[in-house]
């Protein structure tokens, strides 16, 4: 529904109103998979993305998704995905959320499947599943490694089919809340003109995605600054386990300007060989039985280890090689790989080994969510994908984020619809308040010159390395203190951000609102890691460098304050109904 906005004087800001039953921020496999399930269910539904769809980072994923069809292993079962899943996230994990996930991800895989993606496929013809660290089976359904393309492609063309609007290059800036703190709009604006938009909606789909450039190195694309997650705290929502950050174990290290894009665990799930410069087959030391297939925290500590203790290649990381496989099979298996390191590092992996360091990948910690329907704390908001948390605990095993995102945002969007369809409240904000948001967007590029003025692109930069240095793979209290000083002294800095130009297309505008998003999450992320105190998963405190018992009872559960301050709360984990328990008993665990 388009409506007019306000005409008002020079100080007042013209906007245009839509009203959904539903708006669903991010055309991600969350956002694209709750959005579908909403207009399923024969409701209204907005879908926007800061991007272009089909661009998001969706679309970056390569290895598979995680399902226990036991296409490959008949003996695999959602039991056995379970129990996996549990043992990676070493315990802290929302069981509630890993069952559901481990039950439910083979259909969403079969739905994706009758919907139009064309997967690998068995001698038999059945859908083909490849092996991936932490995996008891062979689980991975994958399209060659381009799985994330093809979830994406299928996805949009069935949204395509309903009646679903899209608004691209829109980028949400607030949540509206009504006087009984329930969800009733959110601001956007368009990166195209700068103009306003006012969404009027009951319901919101939180499924923007991660926040992996908070740091320097990182296999995320520009899109990974957190807005979602800090727009939902900001309006009260609450966080779990925000310390758990997960460094992929191969990152590129070459040449400097790819460092960091991902070399999917799919090489490793196909046989890759880890390897220091002396030519040991080091993963002897950290996991002989699973070896290169140990999950990505216990790979990413030994990549880590060998090239602090002076094992690593010239230009610091480890060998990772695939060269046995020969041409033809990893041109069939791993083609994106080849093409890869051919154009960006002129490497035949067919002929020579990569060269591969730890790079930040993914979020464990989220939004807090109700496992059944996704349901934040904030009535008529809920969450699915990177952007919630509990599934994954202390450590994502590799395969069960795109298997998350059909699962929740199935689960998120039938929330949401089913929410709407019992309210009877209106939705939408009141004038002065979408006034005060515009004039607060505005404001890096109306303010007056100073000598104080600060760029948003240095601000980040300085964000990223502090991130690199004090909250990195290996963590220790003094550093995260210093750490959180120098993100606390930016975050002063944050109101000095001016930019030049118009509102037109311009990249320094939107860096502006992005840096409030990652210098808010970074000092979450580094209050977490202080409370901590272990080595757990993705949180390796080297000054308290073992496994507390304790910790494994408990989630720190953030919530921001009336004075504005994040406040850290130790919520205990509710203990395993026996169903789930028993399980456990047959199973030798590996924490
Ligand atoms: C290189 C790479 C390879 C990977 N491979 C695998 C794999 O093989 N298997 C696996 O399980 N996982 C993999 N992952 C992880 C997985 O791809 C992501 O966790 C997942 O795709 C996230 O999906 P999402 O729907 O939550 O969000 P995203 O796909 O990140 O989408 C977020 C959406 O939100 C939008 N958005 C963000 N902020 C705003 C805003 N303010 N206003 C409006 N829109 C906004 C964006 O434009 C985008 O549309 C990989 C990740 C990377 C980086």
Redesign the pocket.
């Known amino acids: 529904m388009e409506g007019n906005g306000h005409s008002g004087s020079t100080a007042r800001e013209e906007y245009e109103v839509r009203e959904h039953d539903v708006l669903v921020?991010?055309?991600?496999?969350?956002?694209l998979r709750a959005a579908i399930a909403v207009a399923q269910k024969g409701m209204s539904v907005g879908v926007?993305?800061?991007?272009l769809l089909g661009?998001?980072?969706?679309?970056?994923?390569?290895?598979?998704?995680?399902a226990a069809l036991g296409n490959v292993d008949p003996d695999d079962s959602w039991e056995q995905h379970f129990i996996d899943t549990m043992n990676s996230g070493k315990f802290i994990n929302n069981w509630r959320k890993v069952e559901i996930y481990a039950k439910e991800a083979p259909a969403g895989v079969i739905e994706l499947e009758q919907w139009g993606a064309l997967f690998n496929r068995t001698e038999e013809g059945k859908i083909h599943q490849r092996p991936f660290g932490g995996h008891t089976y062979r689980r991975l359904a994958h399209i060659g490694d381009r799985?994330?393309l093809e979830m994406i492609r299928t996805l949009q063309e069935k949204l395509l089919t309903t009646d679903a609007e899209v608004y691209m290059e829109?980028?949400?800036?607030k949540l509206f809340k009504d006087s009984q703190g329930r969800i009733s709009g959110a601001l956007?604006y368009t990166r195209e003109s700068g103009k306003f938009i006012l969404f009027k909606t009951k319901a919101i789909v939180m499924?923007?995605?991660?926040w992996?450039r908070i740091y320097k190195v990182t296999?995320?694309?520009w899109?990974?600054?957190g807005?979602?997650i800090f727009?939902a705290y900001d309006a009260g929502a609450e966080l779990v386990d925000m310390e758990m950050v997960q460094f992929h174990p191969t990152g590129m290290v070459w040449p400097p300007g790819v460092r960091g894009i991902?070399v999917?665990?799919?090489v490793r799930g196909e046989g890759g060989i880890l390897r220091n410069a002396n030519g040991e087959r080091f993963m002897e030391r950290y996991d002989p039985q699973r070896m290169e297939l140990s999950t990505r925290d216990v790979v990413a500590r030994a990549n880590y280890t060998e090239v602090q203790e002076g094992r690593g290649t010239p230009h610091g990381g480890v060998y990772l090689d695939i060269t046995h496989l020969g041409y033809d099979e990893i041109m069939k298996r791993l083609p994106t790989m080849h093409e890869q390191f051919l154009k960006l590092a002129d490497v035949d992996i067919a002929k020579e080994p990569m060269e591969v360091f730890p790079t930040v990948?993914?979020n464990m910690g989220g939004l807090k969510v109700e496992p059944e329907s996704c349901a934040t704390t904030i009535p008529g908001l809920f969450a699915?994908?990177?952007?919630a948390g509990g599934l994954h605990g202390a450590n994502r095993l590799?395969?069960?984020?795109?298997?998350?995102?059909l699962v929740f945002?199935r689960r998120a969007g039938e929330g949401a619809a089913e929410y709407v369809g019992q309210s009877t409240h209106a939705a939408g904000a009141p004038d002065e308040e979408v006034q005060e948001e515009i004039r607060r967007v505005l404001e890096p590029l109306t303010k007056k010159p100073s000598d104080r003025d600060e760029s948003p692109y240095l601000l980040q930069e300085e964000l990223q390395e502090a991130m690199m240095q004090h909250a990195n793979l290996m963590r220790d209290e003094d550093s995260l203190k210093e750490g959180l000083r120098k993100v606390l002294a930016i975050k002063e800095r944050i109101p000095n951000v001016r930019v030049g130009g118009s509102r037109l297309f311009n990249p320094g505008w939107h860096a502006a609102q992005d840096i409030r998003y990652m210098a808010n999450i970074s000092e979450i992320i580094i209050r977490c890691a202080l409370e901590r105190k272990e080595k757990r998963g993705a949180q390796w405190r080297l000054d308290c460098d073992e496994l507390v018992e304790e910790y494994g009872k408990i989630n720190f559960v953030v919530k921001k304050n009336e004075k504005g301050e994040p406040v850290i709360e130790r919520r205990e984990i509710p203990p395993m109904p026996e169903h789930l328990a028993a399980l456990f008993k047959k199973e030798k665990t590996k924490v």
């Open positions: 921020i991010g055309a991600g496999g969350a956002g926007v993305t800061k991007s661009k998001a980072h969706t679309v970056m994923a390569e290895g598979g998704i995680a799985t994330g829109t980028t949400v800036t956007a499924a923007t995605g991660g992996g296999s995320n694309s899109e990974g600054t807005d979602g727009l991902l999917t665990e799919g990948h993914y699915a994908g990177e952007v590799g395969g069960n984020s795109l298997g998350d995102l945002g």
